[in-house]
C-alpha cells in the first residue's frame, strides 16, 4: 500500500510520462513533415533522447503512425531496446 508521501509522487511522474510522450510523437510527426518539405531536419541525437528521458512510447507511435525513421536499424531495434529497459528498470524499482 503505497503512502501519502508516495501517491503524488506517482502522479507526477504519469504526468510527466504523458506530457514528454505527447511531446516525442509530435516531434516525430515534425521531423517526418520537416523532411518531406526538404527542411533542416531535428537530429536523431534528439529523436533517441526523447525516448531514453521517458518518450519511448510516443517515438514508437510516432514511427508507426508517420511511417518515420522505420527502415534505420537504430531506431527499429533500439527504440524497442530502450522501451524493454524502461520496463524492467520501472519493475525493478518499484519493488
Known amino acids: 500500500m503505497p503512502t501519502a508521501k508516495v501517491i503524488p509522487m506517482l502522479n507526477a511522474l504519469l504526468y510527466y510520462l504523458i506530457v514528454i510522450n505527447v511531446v516525442t510523437f509530435l516531434v516525430y510527426g515534425i521531423d517526418k513533415w520537416k523532411a518531406e518539405q526538404g527542411y533542416w531536419r531535428i537530429s536523431e541525437a534528439t ?5 531514453v528521458i521517458g518518450g519511448s512510447i510516443g517515438a514508437l507511435l510516432g514511427m508507426k503512425i508517420w511511417h518515420h525513421k522505420t527502415m534505420h ?9 530502450i522501451l524493454i529497459i524502461q520496463i524492467v528498470l520501472i519493475g525493478y524499482l518499484s519493488k
Open 47 to 51: 529523436l533517441l533522447i526523447l525516448a
Open 73 to 81: 536499424k537504430k531506431f527499429k531495434y533500439g527504440l524497442p531496446g
